[in-house]
């Protein structure tokens, strides 16, 4: 009992997860949603598009935030900003020249 009693703590503690409020504009002014990014995940937004976001609560250890104009996290797209996921209450701009993010990812580097 004891044994399946820490494997289940081990496990909750492993998974983590940014949450994000995300809005229209670039001043984090207008909210048009929120999104849970698991750690070393990706998170498409499908055609809702986002131009900037402030993490709410903060990812794991060593997490970054990227997010992407692209609706995908593939390297070698669009990146529209970096943040590390435990800056939280900041609002961080995700807008560039080719247009408003539309996919989010947590991972340990800055993609």
């Given at each position: 009992?004891?044994?399946k ?6 496990l ?37 598009g ?24 593939a ?37």
């Amino acid at each position: 009992m004891l044994f399946k009693i820490i494997s289940v703590t081990l496990l909750a503690s492993a998974a983590n997860a940014a949450i994000l409020d995300l809005f229209s504009d670039n001043n984090c002014e207008h909210k048009v949603g929120e999104r849970n990014v698991w750690d070393n995940t990706c998170a498409e937004q499908g055609e809702l598009g986002f131009s900037s976001y402030r993490i709410t609560t903060g990812g794991g250890f060593g997490q970054v935030i990227s997010t992407y104009v692209q609706n995908n996290c593939a390297q070698g797209g669009p990146v529209s900003s970096c943040k590390e996921a435990y800056k939280v209450g900041e609002c961080v701009n995700a807008i560039i020249n080719a247009g408003s993010s539309h996919a989010i990812s947590s991972y340990t580097f800055c993609a």
